[in-house]
């Protein structure tokens, strides 16, 4: 007779206090179905697993020793790119506390993103890293700055930098600290084109202990006066620092691609 052993997650419970509002946040942010099931009790669906939910001070035997409310700590895998769930976080008014950042998964390495439900419950949602690809937290935060630039998200942007910033590039000439970073560069560029767009597949670099370089091109429209678009390509390179787990661009270079002379 083989030892026993276990497969998958069926099911977890979370303790709410307000059983609506949780199935409202569930199923409007993390798009899970809400069913009911047995003696009018109620559970969110997700792939092949599901959450009950149980209200506080419910008649329920069986639970936990001390069921509480925001106590959870849970984990979610998704195949569609955290940059996509930033903006999707953000137009349900959800904001994010920590990440992209690097953490350890049941099966490798995942990238993550922080937020809570309405209880107060640490929520990740995560992305496997693809193994082999030595800078893919590097792709992850290109990604995700893009995702900041598009939305014209300044505070976010500061989130993906180191208060000592240095940039230069077409725009800015040489700029040093954050502040000015987002006042001389920033806010002279992000509200004025359309469809940034790095390349973060074709990027190039390398990760050495706490520190890290990419290099990539990027595409954009500019936006004339009568509201017409023209092509904006360009390039970019970028230094960072590893701090409490989260990379940080410590240099950034973005420039135009050169027109070629006649």
């Not at 030892?3 to 206090?17: C, I, K, N, Q």
């Not at 939910?53 to 895998?77: E, I, K, N």
Request: negative net charge; proline residues 7%; aromatic residues 8%.
């Amino acid at each position: 007779m083989s030892e026993p052993g276990l497969v998958r997650l069926d099911h977890l419970v979370l303790t709410v206090r307000d059983v609506d509002a949780t199935c409202r946040f569930y199923a409007d942010v993390l798009g899970m179905r809400v069913a009911r099931f047995g003696e009018g009790r109620i559970a969110l669906h997700f792939g092949a697993q599901k959450i009950n939910v149980h209200p506080v001070g419910g008649t329920s035997l069986l639970v936990a020793a001390q069921p509480t409310s925001g106590s959870g700590d849970v984990c979610f895998l998704s195949d569609v790119p955290l940059p996509q769930w930033l903006t999707h976080l953000g137009a349900h008014g959800v904001e994010p506390i920590d990440g992209p950042v690097r953490r350890t998964g049941a099966e490798g390495p995942i990238d993550s993103v922080y937020f809570r439900d309405p209880d107060g419950n640490l929520l990740e949602v995560s992305n496997a890293v693809e193994r082999g690809d030595p800078i893919a937290p590097l792709r992850a935060w290109l990604r995700t700055l893009e995702s900041r630039v598009r939305a014209v998200d300044f505070d976010g942007g500061r989130t993906l930098c180191a208060p000592d910033l240095v940039a230069f590039g077409t725009v800015a000439e040489f700029v040093r600290g954050l502040d000015r970073v987002v006042v001389d560069q920033w806010q002279r560029v992000w509200p004025n084109i359309r469809d940034f767009t790095i390349r973060a597949d074709e990027a190039i670099g390398g990760i050495r202990d706490d520190q890290g370089w990419v290099a990539a091109p990027w595409d954009s429209l500019g936006v004339r006066p009568d509201g017409s678009t023209f092509r904006r390509p360009g390039r970019l390179t970028i230094a960072f620092t590893r701090s409490d787990g989260t990379w940080l661009a410590t240099h950034t270079h973005f420039s135009l691609t050169p027109t070629p002379t006649p």
